[in-house]
């Protein structure tokens, strides 16, 4: 999981990782229990048909209309040093480098716009999404 303090060689990682997919499962369960199933289409975990690489668009994919919103569900955890630091500097470049830039892949704000790219991109080559995991 990108959004952990621990190095991913370490047995801790493994639990931040399996933490951060429940997260993911709990967010999609919230929108599939609680968005108006009139209104809204909610697709958990969304992927390209014609993607070799089966990569997940996404998170979360709710479409209302003809308005997408694209949900990137991140879980992480963050120092006490950090949180409880008052240092307004600190709290915000970890929350840039958990959300928003990444360190050595996207992560979340990254993350949406490289999806974003493809979509632009596959929009023009004519592509359609697979709706859920696995079809």
Known sequence: MAGSDV??????AELLRVLGDVFE???NWIFECYAHKDKNAHYPTPRYLNDKDNKAIC??????????VLIEAKAATCAASIR???DYKLVRDYMDKRFVEG??????????????SCRLHTHQQNSRMVSRTGQ
């Open 84 to 86: 409880y630091s008052g």
């Open 25 to 27: 499962e709990y967010v």
């Open 7 to 12: 190095n991913a060689d370490r047995p801790e």
């Open 103 to 116: 360190t050595d892949r996207p992560v979340g704000v990254s993350q949406l716009l490289a999806a974003l």
């Open 59 to 68: 998170d979360v994919l709710i479409m209302c209309g003809s308005t997408a």
